[in-house]
């Protein structure tokens, strides 16, 4: 079985959400709709207070290069726009919206209706995914119509597709596959079309037999589709480790992976694609886990952006639990503790995921035993430890030149760490070190 | 309001620990204390249980008194080097008090003055253990002689090993090469048997506590350089077989190489540590002054894991 070569852990996989299927949120009062969902600049407002909108209208339009359109998830008033705290407690340019009614814009395609021909150029593909504002939702949150408008010079020779979902606890993936198998091979035919390669392969991790074997079928009725079973380790869904066990190749230092001729994107990403091109919908809805081991319900729920935190948990769970000790968005080697649980829901959102005390406790940090732990867990092959000493000490441009930069933050060096040392940690500060370092220096 | 934690990721921890890691070393200790038990009886028993509680006893004193640091001799590591320094020595009545000053120069200059576990350059219990051997050479090499099986009593007959009989000269008088894996010889209390040491290093091997690198590439480097000697004279040299089962090099091998905090990270430089180790080894047992040369051999590779912590990195991913 395909997997990357290096490093690597097996954290406990707690997916105790795959069996719930998925549930429509009810509409909230209110929705605040962030301009900055996505890598790259914020987009900007093009509606203004008391103006009436509709599910699915352009609320917030991408003038930069690196930006995306927003729209608006919900029907009703735009009661303000000004800034709106996200769940790091980082003031963002927002768009607050009184929800009446759901009266959604006359072009979008609401019918159950599976539409399977796309007859449009890969030029007016990409364009279509530019105005209907999609996203990687993988994470990163990257514009969808930069990543397939390939650049002069570089040729795409290989569409991966990334349903391994190896965070343990999210099962968003999951069920999207579960329950939208076509739709994904339609969206993933059409990436295939705007990117002009024979084939797209769909690495799934071998711990969902389920839907590996509902991939697997449902691709043979579709031209280029391969399904891909994949090794159960983490970081088996990292762009760069993805692209290894699938293809062999590395993605060089500082460079993209169409640098190697891939283009790779999350299995929610191909069916948002699906809607957007095949349905007219914008990105406005996304599948969002809600979970945790003490939390009495186990939830998948399609929730319209825009919808807070806390709202969420009122719906899903009533209250969160006396013993939480955190909540994070995303999953537990990756994911952000949130800190404002009042704040929206954006495009890139994969899950609530409660923890309690017990288990969101770091244990004290002791002495580094030097076990190189750390480095045999890191699938960058850096050196965790000697990073942690060298932003200790200051030694950044030391931690440069050992390639501090390469590191994913995938978190295997802490979770890894006999002694407890929040290597990540260290190693996110010396990042930002060094970028702010060669930023002066430039 | 009761407030949440925030952090930054990973928000889940393997539950990996130091304690546990020391501890499951302790566990692989056992079957060589047991065996020693079973060969040199009471003295062994006594000789252990002092080098371990005078190693906690120094260790809680110099955290409690001079570092002014809370105790850590709950991890266990304390108990490690004890039970290894005491695997070190000859076990005769006089090592049950000399040991005790072994502990003391392992904890107090092996392990505290660098700031303690984690920051030693060098293996504590195989600094106790050389401070010994040079101070008193008499008592550190003589060896009881294995007779009967737990014997009760602390006065022991002493006689060679097998190193002190090839080094006066003499192949034909050594024990056979499965007594010599079995352990019922002279020699420290935790290195006659090699079958108890692979009982405990499989063990660590499971566990995932060492590796392979370390005790492959010493014991190999040492198989085959003993092996080139033989060949080139039968009669003055000992045969590999031999060579790598008599002595501390399984135990040192196995145990004391393998100590992560004087090791080097990458394996690459763990493969270079060991070599460097089987090396040495062999040639101060040919050439140097004393029949065994593991102790000396370690303790010099210790000094050089810094370097090959410089030189030997991971191969990175993306270049």
């Not at chain 1, 339009?61 to 407690?89: L, R």
């Amino acid at each position: 079985m395909k997997t990357f070569k290096m490093g690597g852990v097996h954290p406990e996989e707690n997916k105790i959400s795959n069996d719930a299927v998925i549930e429509q949120m009810p509409l909230p009062s209110q929705v605040v709709v962030l301009m900055n969902q996505h890598l790259g600049a914020p987009a900007t407002p093009v509606v203004a207070k008391g103006d009436k909108v509709k599910v699915g209208q352009l609320i917030g339009e991408a003038q930069a290069f690196m930006c995306a359109n927003v729209h608006s998830p919900v029907s009703g008033t735009v009661t303000k726009i000004d800034t709106c705290k996200d769940i790091a407690g980082i003031a963002k340019p927002a768009i607050y919206i009184n929800v009446e009614g759901d009266e959604w814009v006359d072009t979008i395609d609401r019918t159950p209706e599976i539409k399977r021909e796309c007859n449009l150029e890969p030029k007016e593909i990409v364009a279509k995914l530019k105005e209907m504002g999609i996203v990687g939702l993988g994470g990163a949150t990257f514009p969808a119509h930069i990543k397939y408008s390939v650049p002069e010079g570089k040729k795409a020779e290989y569409l991966i597709i990334n349903a391994v979902e190896c965070e343990p606890y999210l099962t968003s993936d999951y069920r999207v596959m579960m329950e939208h198998a076509e739709e994904i091979c339609i969206g993933v035919s059409i990436l295939r079309k705007a990117l002009g390669v024979p084939n797209a392969y769909i690495g799934i991790e071998n711990n969902k037999p389920v839907p590996i074997s509902v991939m697997t079928e449902m691709s043979k009725n579709f031209q280029g589709i391969v399904v891909e079973p994949l090794k159960v380790k983490y970081p088996q869904g990292a762009e760069k480790q993805l692209i290894n066990a699938i293809t062999g190749r590395k993605v060089p230092s500082g460079k993209l992976p169409i640098d190697v001729g891939c283009v790779v994107s999350n299995v929610g990403t191909a069916f948002s694609v699906y809607e957007a091109i095949q349905k007219n919908k914008p990105l406005i809805e996304n599948i969002l886990t809600v979970t945790g081991k003490k939390i009495p319900s186990q939830h998948n729920y399609q929730v319209r952006i825009g919808i807070t935190y806390n709202d969420i948990i009122k719906h899903a769970i009533g209250a969160l639990p006396e013993t939480t000790g955190k909540v994070i968005s995303g999953g537990p080697m990756m994911g952000k503790a949130i800190v404002n649980l009042d704040a929206p829901t954006t495009k890139g959102a994969s899950s609530v995921l409660v923890m309690d005390e017990a288990e969101a406790r770091r244990n004290p940090e002791t002495n580094c035993i030097r076990c190189g732990k750390c480095a045999n867990a890191c699938p960058m092959g850096l050196e965790p430890y000697l990073f942690s000493a060298l932003v200790k000490n200051g030694r950044i441009e030391e931690a440069q030149k050992h390639n501090i930069l390469d590191c994913i933050e995938c978190g295997c060096c802490f979770f890894s760490c006999p002694a407890n040392k929040p290597l990540t940690d260290e190693i996110r500060l010396g990042k930002n070190r060094v970028r702010a370092m060669m930023a002066a220096k430039r | 309001m009761k407030l949440l934690n925030i952090s930054g990721s990973p928000h889940v921890h393997s539950d990996e620990s130091t304690k546990k890691i020391m501890w499951r070393v302790n566990l692989a200790l056992i079957p060589m204390l047991l065996v020693a038990i079973a060969y040199f009886g009471l003295n062994a028993l006594l000789i252990s249980i002092v080098s371990v509680v005078w190693c906690l006893l120094f260790q809680w004193l110099i955290e409690k008194f001079i570092m002014k640091t809370p105790s850590t001799i709950s991890d266990g590591s304390a108990i490690v080097t004890g039970l290894l320094l005491a695997f070190n020595v000859p076990a005769t009545k006089e090592m049950i008090l000399l040991v005790g000053l072994g502990a003391l120069v392992a904890i107090g200059i092996g392990k505290m003055s660098f700031g303690g576990l984690g920051k030693n350059p060098f293996n504590p219990a195989l600094v106790g253990r050389v401070f010994l051997l040079i101070s008193f050479p008499v008592q550190m090499t003589t060896w009881p002689t294995a007779g009967k099986l737990f014997p009760m009593t602390l006065d022991t007959v002493s006689g060679p090993t097998p190193l002190m009989l090839l080094k006066e000269g003499g192949t034909e008088a050594l024990p056979q090469a499965w007594e010599l894996f079995l352990g019922h010889i002279g020699g420290s209390l935790g290195e006659v048997s090699a079958l108890a040491i692979l009982i405990g290093a499989i063990y660590l091997l499971c566990r995932k506590i060492i590796t392979w690198h370390i005790p492959v590439a010493f014991i190999g480097t040492a198989f085959v350089f003993s092996a080139i000697l033989w060949l080139v004279n039968p009669e003055l040299y000992v045969d590999p077989v031999t060579s790598i089962l008599t002595g501390g090099i399984m135990l040192g091998a196995c145990f004391m190489a393998t100590d992560m905090v004087t090791s080097p990270m990458s394996k690459v430089g763990q493969l270079i540590f060991g070599a460097g180790c089987g090396l040495l080894t062999i040639i101060i047992r040919t050439w140097g002054a004393y029949p065994e040369g593991v102790s000396f051999a370690i303790l010099i590779m210790n000094a050089v894991t810094p370097l090959l912590n410089r030189w030997c990195k991971p191969a990175r991913f993306a270049c």
